[in-house]
């Protein structure tokens, strides 16, 4: 089948993606498999580092003692890819060097392993951009220490990678600062069905995706497999676009955001309408100002995972200056979704399905439809009142969040499978209790 886009010169952004063909809202675009991946250090012992599954009691490998796997055939699977790795790690423990570090490593790795080839890729690492001109002394300093701990993790692999590059690394990926620049910039978060990060990965083609706070593309990920799809429908010619940050933010926060981590101005419409900023500022100053300043701090909390914590500074702020605050207020919204978030973990079901069905509504206002943050978030909530046994609001729950998983994720995704199953689950529930 002949590719539904194609590269091109973007105006003012350099560049682009474009569609080839027209393309309709839910289906897939482009699926890519990585050039180089690895599980995030804080998940390294949940998830299988070779096909991305989260499961309890992972086998271990008995070298390094890092990584970790489903079974024996993911652990054969995995190891082409691991054993130079494997040396590395070993030689470095028990430090553990961080996720964008283990990343351009195992780019360095795959560069230099004959079997594997990126030459069907749209996009060369050698194009890739490093942004090392335009970046703060700062934010060069720190690359610089990464640049620096690359150097020293892949030593006894690679001694010397001025000397290994000029055979077999493109030019660029010979110097340690300008590769782990290119790495941090280009590398996608891999998530699960829900969203949550489980790893970082380079995906070279994809790269070439331009930014737009409204974008008409989403990526969903089914194991390490980057899947592109379309949210609205496209026309041929029309620019593909991805947002890169989560966009539940005022266009001022926005813009700071992707200046800071990519080093350019967002000017596309949503951002030059500025038309949600009202609505997510809503409110007086100073009535919401206490949420905000209090977010960074209770963002810390969950970060660290204390839930009781975070749980006593969220509920304790919406009950008092939050009854002022309309829902719609983009701080007010955080806040009560972390609420939600910390009373999951606490096994606070009444009280966490009362703040997750808060933001439902606010949710879909503030979303393209489809968008896979709402089907999730949908998702959340109707397992809340499945769980509570509130099966009708469930059931019509659980389909609102499949009308949107089904285009975000696809027919074949596993959340779509699973949605299914808990519609036909509730059904019968629903049969059960009127026969009673
Ligand atoms: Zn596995
Ligand atoms: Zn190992
Ligand atoms: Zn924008």
Redesign the pocket.
């Known amino acids: 089948m002949p590719p539904k886009l194609k590269r091109f010169v973007s105006p003012g952004k350099g560049n682009g993606l474009r569609a080839t063909v027209r393309i309709r809202r839910g289906e897939l675009v482009y699926s890519a498999e990585p050039l180089a991946c690895c599980v995030s250090n804080k998940l390294a012992r949940d998830v299988c580092h070779h096909c991305f599954s989260r499961r309890e009691n992972l086998l271990r490998?008995s070298?390094?003692?890092?990584?970790r796997y489903c079974n024996t055939t993911c652990q054969k699977q995995a190891w082409c890819g691991?054993k130079t790795?494997?040396k590395c790690?070993?030689s470095l423990r028990p430090r553990v060097p961080t996720d964008s570090v283990r990343l351009a490593a195992r780019l360095i790795f795959a560069l230099l392993s004959p079997s594997k080839s990126s030459s069907e890729e749209l996009y060369t690492l050698e194009e890739h951009e490093s942004h090392l001109s335009s970046m703060s002394e700062n934010k060069k300093q720190g690359l610089s220490q990464l640049a620096s701990m690359l150097e020293l993790y892949v030593q006894q692999e690679v001694p010397d990678l001025a000397q290994e590059g000029a055979s077999a690394l493109p030019p660029s990926c010979r110097d340690p600062l300008s590769l782990i620049a290119k790495v941090t910039c280009n590398c996608f978060t891999i998530s699960d069905g829900e969203l949550q990060e489980i790893g970082v990965g380079l995906y070279p083609s994809l790269s070439l995706l331009n930014h737009d706070c409204w974008p008409n593309c989403v990526m969903v990920f089914v194991g390490t497999k980057l899947q592109l799809r379309a949210v609205r429908d496209i026309n041929p010619e029309e620019e593909l676009t991805i947002s890169y940050i989560e966009t539940l933010s005022s266009t001022e926060e926005r813009r700071r955001q992707l200046e800071d981590q990519y080093h350019f101005t967002c000017r596309c419409q949503h951002c030059d309408s500025q038309d949600k900023d009202g609505l997510m500022l809503s409110g007086h100053k100073s009535t919401w100002d206490p949420l905000k300043e209090a977010l960074p701090r209770l963002e810390g909390l969950k970060a660290e995972s204390d839930w009781q914590a975070l749980l006593e500074g969220c509920s304790h702020l919406l009950s008092t200056v939050g009854c002022d605050v309309s829902d719609e207020n983009v701080y007010k919204l955080r806040m009560t979704d972390m609420a939600a978030d910390a009373c999951i973990h606490l096994g606070h079901w009444e009280e966490a399905v009362g703040y997750g069905e808060k933001t439902l509504p606010v949710y879909s206002q503030y979303y393209p439809d489809p968008h896979p943050v709402h089907g999730v978030q949908l998702v959340r909530v109707a397992k809340l009142q499945h769980y509570l046994e509130r099966i009708e609001d469930a059931l019509d729950t659980f389909k609102q969040a499949y009308r949107i998983i089904k285009l975000t994720h696809g027919d074949d995704h596993p959340m779509t499978a699973q949605l299914l199953m808990k519609m036909e689950e509730c059904r019968a529930e629903m049969v059960q209790f009127n026969s009673r």
């Open positions: 490998c070298q390094c003692k890092m990584a691991h790795e494997c790690l070993k």
